[in-house]
């Protein structure tokens, strides 16, 4: 287990922020080599039309859950013809885990998950571990400088935030102690929308838009600072 654990904390970071108009997915794609496309590493997943996913960890292993994640989703649909609760589908992706820590000759999965929805209109935003825990949160991050992020979401939340807001949020806490800037295509940012009950990706220019707007309020500040 702590080597799965482990495994999370190596990871880059993944952001949650839920807002009253939906909830916003933020991960870093920075790739240990230069000659890796950022566009090639997957962190963000599509689950539903209405749950989107984020992962911290051995991609191979989130893989693995958002395939069974998707495979419940469409057993649902098949089944009741609606679609899964969010909180439902979280269960049922912890209780799969959590097999994994019991059985033997299996080891845990190295990876956690940031699982988003809307579920009767409200969003949803909840977290997974490597021992089959989930929690629901307001905002949260899993992966590497977890503390830092969470400190800083935790400073700057707030209940009224827009999705706008949410995104520059989680990017501003995803800049937290990072040593290079950040970028449209180094990072990726999924969508849940309260209104539409729908997920969606931004593409690298959209993402782009709102670190350029985050660098020019930084800029502005700097410049009052100065005369004053």
Known sequence: MEYAREAVKRGTASIGVRTPE?????????????????????????????????????????????????????????????????????????????????????????????????????????????????????????????????????DEYDAGLSVDDGIDLALRALNEGREDALSGDGVGVGIVDADTGTYRELAADESQSYIDDIEDAADDSDDDDDEE
Do not use: C
Not at 31 to 37: D, F, H, I, V
């Open 22 to 154: 939906g909830v916003v997915l933020v991960v870093d794609k920075q790739t240990r080599s230069p000659l890796l496309e950022g566009s090639s590493v997957e962190k963000l997943h599509k689950i539903d039309d209405h749950v989107g996913a984020a992962s911290a960890g051995h991609v191979a292993d989130a893989r693995q859950l958002v395939d069974f994640a998707r495979q419940q989703s469409q057993v649902e649909r098949v089944r009741y013809d609606e679609p899964i609760g969010v909180r439902t589908l979280t269960k049922s992706v912890t209780d799969h885990i959590q097999q994994y820590t019991q059985v033997g000759g299996a080891r845990p999965f190295g990876v956690a998950l940031l699982i988003a929805g809307v579920e009767g209109g409200e969003p949803r935003l909840f977290e997974t571990d490597p021992s089959g825990t989930s929690n629901e949160w307001k905002a949260v991050a899993i992966g590497s400088n977890r503390g830092d992020i969470q400190e800083f979401l935790e």
